[in-house]
């Protein structure tokens, strides 16, 4: 009889005794807890670590201390489909024992996860959790996020409401603000009797990113793109205080989907496999309502 648990070596099903996590998931999410997804796409996981050691991100660095993480897909395409069902960025240290956020259970892992985290039977966390009285909510930034062609509407499809606009795109340099300006719209106009798990791809690392240092020429460089970090982090206290502000407890994900070559080994950009583009950052953090 056919069992998708043969699929999968014995030693890494998982177990309903582990207690995996710092996070009891499922307590959160009965207790409507918001859950905040952020993808800083793009971000190289050496450049994060620079500048957070620097003392250069000191909004981030408040929240806790980046996780090398190998990434789930060496593009936006692959990696968000990963994250999506549940395989989030996989610690380089530590890739057998990771903490499990989302479990789904018809893969081969087994059908009960980790007692702390949120086992689904739906293609998406995202869709399981709808189905628990969420609204779910997606905030463009790349175009495979802009609902304007088939690629770039199957993201947006995965939730409840999804919004984009040319002005969230990674050749505006305001972008975030404008992602930050609009979710502080929609956020302010909905009652807070309903949880929220929102997505929000922020493009600002994502070429082209030169105009974060003043008078740069065109093309990017491993300097743009800290400068584009640093702008993230002097704007993300702005993004989580709209849910501070909810008087509910947020969940927050915060992570990178790739990085980028900026000509070592004679590569540039993402979409092949380097170390470069396969190491991300990753952490994630319990955000009160009066923290």
């Not at 929000?200 to 491993?222: K, L, M, Q, S, W």
């Not at 501070?244 to 790739?258: A, F, K, N, P």
Request: aromatic fraction near 12%; proline fraction near 5%.
């Amino acid at each position: 009889m056919y069992n998708s648990m043969d699929e999968v070596p014995a030693s890494l099903h998982a177990s309903v005794d582990t207690d995996d996590s710092e996070f009891d998931m499922n307590a959160l999410i009965n207790n409507n807890a918001h859950i905040l997804f952020i993808v800083l796409d793009s971000l190289r996981y050496d450049i994060a670590l620079q500048e957070q050691t620097a003392g250069n991100t000191p909004n981030i660095n408040h929240y806790g201390q980046w996780v090398k993480c190998e990434a789930a897909g060496n593009f936006t395409w692959p990696s968000h489909h990963a994250m999506f069902s549940g395989f989030m960025p996989k610690p380089v240290d530590d890739t057998v024992n990771q903490t499990m956020l989302f479990f789904p259970k018809d893969i081969g892992l087994g059908r009960k996860g980790p007692k702390n985290a949120f086992a689904f039977d739906d293609a998406t966390w995202i869709k399981s959790l709808e189905n628990k009285g969420y609204q779910t909510i997606c905030i463009g930034g790349v175009s495979f996020f802009n609902n304007r062609s088939g690629m770039g509407k199957v993201f947006p499809s995965m939730f409840k409401e999804s919004y984009w606009h040319p002005r969230f795109a990674c050749t505006v340099k305001e972008s975030m603000d404008n992602q930050i300006h609009y979710i502080q719209k929609i956020m302010a106009e909905r009652a807070n009797s309903q949880p929220v798990m929102m997505y929000i791809n922020i493009d600002t690392i994502h070429y082209p990113n030169h105009f974060y240092v003043e008078g740069a020429a065109p093309g990017d460089t491993v300097e743009t793109h800290a400068a584009a970090l640093r702008y993230i982090d002097a704007r993300i206290d702005g993004l989580l205080n709209i849910f501070r502000q909810t008087g509910r407890e947020t969940l927050v994900i915060v992570c990178s989907d790739h990085g980028t070559c900026y000509g070592e080994d004679g590569k540039y950009f993402h979409s092949f496999n380097h170390p470069i583009v396969n190491t991300v950052p990753y952490m994630h953090f319990l955000l009160s309502c009066n923290n």
